[in-house]
């Protein structure tokens, strides 16, 4: 049984570029959350997608968009990139949006330069 | 304002001591509330998670505890190893919200 998987590991992009990470929830999940957590931070909520829809936002600007797909995979793309935008991205997975828990795949570490 | 708040903020132990570490939130409605653990750089991995009704839950050498009424919740390391050494995160479940402490960093030390 496969946990959360996210790709790539790492990614480092310079300012103004756009980027796009992945993620593959855990069998039988159908909800993603993403997050961003900066160095010595707790992750900070960008967003949350189940069936295929933007259910909840966190207070990230329209420059951080996502998707869903109908195998429940989902992708974060963040566009015209700053500096401050270096984190390290998490993806969870859970079985519905309101979850008893919620699972954490290992990360995308994001340099931008 | 739903808030969850972590003490202390880091933490140095010698290996094979015990330690405890807080939560205290305010986050309303109540779901649930779990412990992770980080290692530098990784996802978190879920620990231990505890509903309402429950006051205590152990996963090996840690246990953690919750007092609803006071909003309080520990983790308790028992005969700390050297593997030990990450964040451990408090993560409050709500209204189908996830509020995240800032976590607390812990070293052990030989």
């Known amino acids: 049984d496969a946990g959360v998987t996210q790709s790539p590991t790492h990614l480092i992009k310079t300012r103004g570029q756009q980027v796009t990470l992945r993620c593959s929830p855990k069998s039988g999940h159908d909800t993603v959350s993403w997050y961003q957590q900066a160095l010595g931070q707790g992750p900070q909520f960008i967003f949350q997608y189940y069936e295929e829809e933007e259910r909840q936002r966190g207070n990230f600007p329209d420059r951080f968009s996502g998707h869903q797909f109908p195998n429940y995979s989902s992708e974060l793309n963040v566009n015209a990139l700053l500096l401050g935008d270096s984190a390290l991205y998490l993806c969870a997975s859970s079985l519905g949006p309101g979850a008893y828990e919620q699972y954490f795949g290992p990360g995308t570490r994001l340099t931008v330069t | 304002k739903n808030q969850v708040e972590q003490s202390p903020q880091s933490l140095i132990i010698l290996e094979g001591k015990n330690c405890t570490l807080q939560?205290?939130?305010?986050?309303?409605?109540?779901?649930?509330l779990r412990w992770y653990k980080q290692d530098t750089g990784r996802g978190p991995v879920s620990l231990t998670i505890?509903?309402?009704?429950?006051n205590t839950k152990s996963n090996g050498r840690y246990t953690a505890t919750l007092d609803a009424d006071t909003k309080q919740s520990s983790l308790h390391i028992t005969a700390s190893q050297l593997s030990d050494s990450a964040s451990y995160i408090c993560?409050?479940?709500?209204?189908?919200?996830?509020?995240f402490g800032t976590g607390t960093s812990l070293t052990v030390i030989p």
């Open positions: 939560c205290n939130y305010t986050v309303s409605p109540f779901s649930n």
């Open positions: 993560v409050v479940s709500g209204g189908n919200q996830f509020y």
């Open positions: 505890m509903t309402f009704s429950e």
